[in-house]
């Protein structure tokens, strides 16, 4: 082989990392992005310290009921005369846990089935799965407003009932990563090295299949929030006077012609939130595709 193409074939590698480092920078860096992460931040900080952010006190009265937006009340005032805009600062946490909550629920034991599934065949695998063909049978609202009749009301019973509706999708996914993982290579070699069964899963398997799992965590955090708002519009979820995104939303619909801000103000937040987690685990999905 002569010097040239010997040059040549040792810079081709690095020209074929360099478009892809360059897609990467500009996938994080796009608009849309910068955007998503700023909502999200912003809404984390008012879960976190939303007392930095609320002007007024969420629980007590403050000024005229049925405001509109003003200077000194942005988001206007609601029917008992409470800030709005403080309790959308403060609805974040109960909204925001509440999700975080549903998706720890569905992930840690969708992602359990699904790895139970994935290595153990035969009629084990078979009692899991159509077990999660039953419960992907159940419409999501469904399943958890049967869950929350049985297990009582409140922010805890809804977000473990809405957890609970995406165990089945979580352990699918799980199921199917792990199927592939486990036929690969690289696994076959670490058996072959003298690795145990367990020790193959934890440190090959496992998290080789975590990186569509997380992407689907991203989706179902919005999803989440979405469930929990509907819960919470319908009565199920927080208890009033707790603020809540749905729960505002409830409250404000019986005022939908004279006040439109109770309901259009709360549903920007869970929109802007929503489309920003989507985005964002678009965003993990294509990571993990291009790896």
Same mark, same amino acid.
């Given at each position: 082989?002569?010097?040239?193409?010997?040059?040549?074939?040792?810079?081709?590698?690095?020209?074929?990392?360099?478009?892809?480092?360059?897609?990467?920078?500009?996938?994080?860096?796009?608009?849309?992005?910068?955007?998503?992460?700023?909502?999200?931040?912003?809404?984390?900080?008012?879960?976190?310290?939303?007392?930095?952010? $609320?002007?007024?006190?969420?629980?007590?009265?403050?000024? *005229? /009921?049925?405001?509109?937006?003003?200077?000194?009340?942005?988001?206007?005032?609601?029917?008992?005369?409470?800030?709005?805009?403080?309790?959308?600062?403060?609805?974040? @946490?109960?909204?925001?846990?509440?999700?975080?909550? /549903?998706?720890?629920?569905?992930?840690?034991?969708?992602?359990?089935?699904?790895?139970?599934?994935?290595?153990?065949?035969?009629?084990?695998?078979?009692?899991?799965?159509?077990? *999660?063909?039953?419960?992907?049978?159940?419409?999501?609202?469904?399943?958890?407003?049967?869950?929350?009749?049985?297990?009582?009301?409140?922010?805890?019973? $809804?977000?473990?009932?809405? =957890?609970?509706?995406?165990?089945?999708?979580?352990? @699918?996914?799980?199921?199917?990563?792990?199927?592939?993982?486990?036929? /690969?290579?690289? *696994?076959?070699?670490?058996?072959?090295?003298?690795?145990?069964? $367990?020790?193959?899963?934890? @440190?090959?398997?496992?998290?080789?299949?975590?990186?569509?799992?997380? /992407?689907?965590?991203?989706?179902?955090?919005?999803?989440?929030?979405?469930?929990?708002?509907?819960?919470?519009?319908?009565?199920? =979820?927080?208890?009033?006077?707790?603020?809540?995104? =749905?729960?505002?939303?409830?409250?404000? @619909?019986?005022?939908?012609?004279?006040?439109?801000?109770?309901?259009?103000?709360?549903?920007?937040?869970?929109? $802007?939130?929503?489309?920003?987690?989507?985005?964002?685990?678009?965003?993990?999905?294509?990571?993990?595709?291009?790896?």
């Amino acid at each position: 082989m002569s010097t040239t193409n010997l040059v040549h074939n040792q810079r081709a590698p690095q020209k074929h990392h360099r478009p892809c480092k360059a897609r990467k920078h500009r996938r994080w860096s796009s608009p849309a992005t910068i955007l998503s992460l700023i909502v999200l931040a912003i809404a984390a900080l008012w879960a976190i310290v939303p007392g930095i952010f $609320a002007p007024h006190d969420p629980y007590n009265d403050v000024d *005229v /009921a049925l405001l509109a937006p003003n200077g000194e009340y942005i988001f206007g005032t609601d029917a008992v005369g409470r800030d709005l805009f403080s309790r959308v600062v403060y609805g974040a @946490r109960q909204s925001l846990l509440g999700a975080l909550i /549903a998706v720890a629920v569905g992930l840690v034991l969708g992602t359990l089935i699904g790895l139970i599934a994935g290595t153990r065949r035969g009629w084990v695998e078979t009692v899991l799965m159509r077990l *999660v063909d039953v419960l992907l049978a159940i419409p999501g609202i469904l399943l958890s407003l049967s869950i929350i009749i049985v297990t009582g009301f409140g922010s805890l019973q $809804a977000a473990f009932a809405v =957890g609970m509706t995406s165990v089945a999708t979580f352990a @699918r996914l799980a199921r199917s990563q792990v199927i592939q993982i486990a036929n /690969a290579d690289f *696994v076959e070699a670490a058996y072959g090295s003298g690795a145990t069964q $367990a020790q193959v899963l934890f @440190r090959h398997v496992l998290p080789n299949s975590l990186t569509p799992v997380l /992407a689907l965590a991203a989706l179902q955090f919005g999803t989440a929030i979405l469930q929990l708002s509907i819960l919470g519009f319908l009565g199920y =979820g927080a208890p009033p006077p707790t603020p809540e995104w =749905g729960l505002l939303i409830g409250e404000g @619909r019986d005022f939908m012609a004279t006040a439109w801000w109770l309901i259009l103000l709360p549903g920007l937040a869970i929109v $802007a939130t929503v489309m920003s987690t989507n985005h964002l685990s678009q965003m993990i999905q294509q990571e993990g595709d291009a790896k």
